[in-house]
Every structure is written in C-alpha cells, then in structure tokens.
C-alpha cells in the first residue's frame, strides 16, 4: 500500500457521497472509482471535480481498480456479498450500517474480515458524535435501571421516499435505523438484553406484503433496564414528535435536546437526525419539602459537528484502524449485536409474540 489509501466508493446516495467528500478532502485517501448503478455516481463526480472513473459494474470495477479499501453505501441486500467480494480481492471494508440483511449474513461478514486479516468498519456514526458520546457517558450517573426512550419517525416525501421505499425492499425502519439507538441503549446499561417485545403496521400499499413502515420495538435487559424505539418512514407519518432521545434513572434524566432539527419539515432530513444541539439535565433529589435541590443543567458543547464534519470522522477512523492496525474485532461483535436484537424485534412485530433473547 502506498502512501495514500486507494479507495473505491460503492454506493453514491446520501451517505456515499458524504464519504466521498470526505475522501475526496483528506490527505490519507485517493478515491480511484465511484460504482453505482444508476446517475447519482455521475452527480456525485461533478459534486468532486468530475475526475473520478465512473462504474456501473461492481465487480468490474474491482477488478479495474485494484483499491486498497471499499466504501460500501448502497442497500443492505447487497452488504454481505459487496463486503466479502472487496475483502477477498484484499481490501479493507467501511461499511454503512446494517452490516448484512441477515444475522447470519453479519457473522460470515465478520468471519471473512478475521480471516482474511481485513480491517472492517462499520458506519455506526453516532459513536463519533460528542454530544451522543456524552449522552451516553452521563446516563452512568443515574443509577439503574434506566429507562431510555428514542424515535426517529421521518415525514418522508420526494426522493426520500423512494429511498424509504427502496429500503423496506429488504429491511423494516426499525431494523435499518433501530440498529443505531439499539447500539446506544446496549452501551448505556451495559447489559445483557433479555426480551423484546414490538410492534408494527403497514401503512400503505406501495412496499411488499409482510413489511411495515411503522414499528415500536421495548427491549428489557438483565438490569432491569427498559427502553423503547420507535420509527415510521412515509408521506403519512406525523412530525409532531420525530425527535425523542431521553434517559431516565433513579437519580434523574439527561435529554438531547434538539430545537431547530427537531423543528417542522426536516424530519426526513439526513443532516437532522444526527443534530443534538442541548442536552439537558435533571436531578431527581429533593429536601424535605419534595423541592428540587439543583436547577436542571443545560450543557451546550462547543463541538457540535455537523453531517459531513461526522462521516468525516468516521473515515479519520477507517484510516487509522488500516495504518495502526487496530484490533475491531468488539465494535464488530457490537454490531452484530445490535442487529441480533433489532431482527428479534422484527420476528415480534411479524408474529405477535415476545422474543427472549439468550
């Protein structure tokens, strides 16, 4: 490998081409080819300078290109076999969240990357937001068992639609989202999840029979923690409370906050999703007279990146787990975790009953 890591960027929609500009930026990469099937690789190349080779054939451009690395952005039923397929032409993988559209799929991905000693990154891009990271780190001071409450509903609409659409080809929201707040409430209890319980409902006619566009998913943990998720993609979706992120324990609860993103219209805008702008707060402890002690904390952090300036970080990551050679072997596990438990709670939402999770 030479001095700059030769990458080619699969995928070119909203989370291929955010990493593309930050390849495209960075001294440590050279893109050597944008893969996609339809025109978003040829709008991305004009986004770019227009200089990049351009692919429609994945595997042709493989072959072409001979890259160092492969940054997979395109719909989860083509991870498992585009991640193996880069791994066994000797590339290192980053690669969008879900990690494969099955469980199984995951774990071959994952046992492809140890053996053939590939570095694999998955774009689980909360974990590089400071304000999620300090979320997390302040629901330790609760006490347990905590209670963690998260939506994401999208208002979707247009383009993003089609990409809601194109998604639940394969995936319900909340398995191709939930994997990243499931992740969140796994790392704030640090504890084994140990039942689910969901539920779901088909909204509209235009995605396949046997998939939803609305679910809610409860997870309980060994703690005695509890937490809820709940996501709804499409044109009759309600904004009225797209944006709820709370945690609650004994001692009180830490909220993000998050008044212009959380505002009406944007709940199907990507930049949005990951905006904390406040966390706040609350002390439970009272005196004699049942008053509060302390006045709720607003903390307003000073980095507070936006969209590009994250999936910058994550490939800051990518780049720095292939020269250093970290060991990624527990953020793999995690993943794979993660989206263990999101597929329990989809086989509840389809069957009507619990999952227990051994």
């Known amino acids: 490998m030479g001095s700059k890591v030769r990458v080619l960027v699969v995928g070119c929609g ?14 440590g990469f050279e893109i050597c080819g944008l893969v996609a099937r339809g025109d978003s690789k040829v709008r991305l190349n004009e986004q770019l300078g227009g200089t990049y080779p351009l692919y429609s054939d994945y595997a042709q451009a493989l072959t072409d290109t001979k890259p160092d690395a492969v940054c997979i952005s395109t719909y989860p039923d083509t991870h498992e076999a ?11 993988v980053f690669i969008e969240k879900p990690l494969a559209d ?3 799929g995951a774990e071959r991905v994952a046992e492809a990357a140890r053996r053939l000693g590939k570095k694999l990154v998955v774009g689980y891009i909360l974990r590089y937001h400071p304000s999620w990271q300090r979320f997390v780190q302040l629901s330790g001071q609760l006490g347990k068992p905590l209670v963690m409450r ?60 046997g998939n939803y566009n609305y679910g809610q998913l409860q997870i309980r943990f060994e703690d005695g923690s509890v937490g809820w998720y709940e996501a709804g993609w499409g044109p009759m979706i309600s904004e009225t409370a797209f944006f709820i992120k709370d945690v ?43 008053a509060f002690v302390k006045p709720d904390e607003w903390i307003d952090l000073k980095d507070e990146p936006d969209h590009q300036e994250l999936c910058n970080r994550e490939q800051r990551f990518f780049l720095e787990a292939i020269r250093s050679d970290l060991d990624l072997d527990e953020l793999t596990q995690h993943a794979i975790d993660s989206l263990r438990i999101a597929f329990a709670c989809d086989e509840s939402v389809k069957t009507g009953k619990p999952v227990f999770l051994r």
């Open 150 to 209: 998260m939506n994401l509903n999208q208002q979707s609409q247009g383009r993003m639609w089609d990409v809601h659409r194109n998604l639940m080809a394969s995936l319900s929201p909340i398995v191709d989202c939930g994997v990243h707040y499931i992740d969140v409430m796994c790392q704030m209890t640090g504890s084994k999840p140990v039942q689910v319980n969901a539920i779901g409902a088909r909204l509209t006619e235009d995605i396949p029979e």
């Open 14 to 27: 909203n989370m291929g081409a955010s990493h593309a500009q930050a390849y495209h930026d960075m001294e």
């Open 248 to 290: 609650i324990g004994p001692k009180g609860s830490v909220s993000i906050v998050a008044k212009d993103a959380g505002g009406s219209g944007l709940s199907d805008n990507v930049a949005a999703h990951t905006k904390t702008e406040s966390l706040r707060v609350h002390h439970a402890a009272i005196d004699d007279n049942n």
């Open 102 to 104: 099955t469980v199984e």
């Open 82 to 92: 585009y991640a193996i397929m880069a791994m066994e032409h000797g590339c290192h």
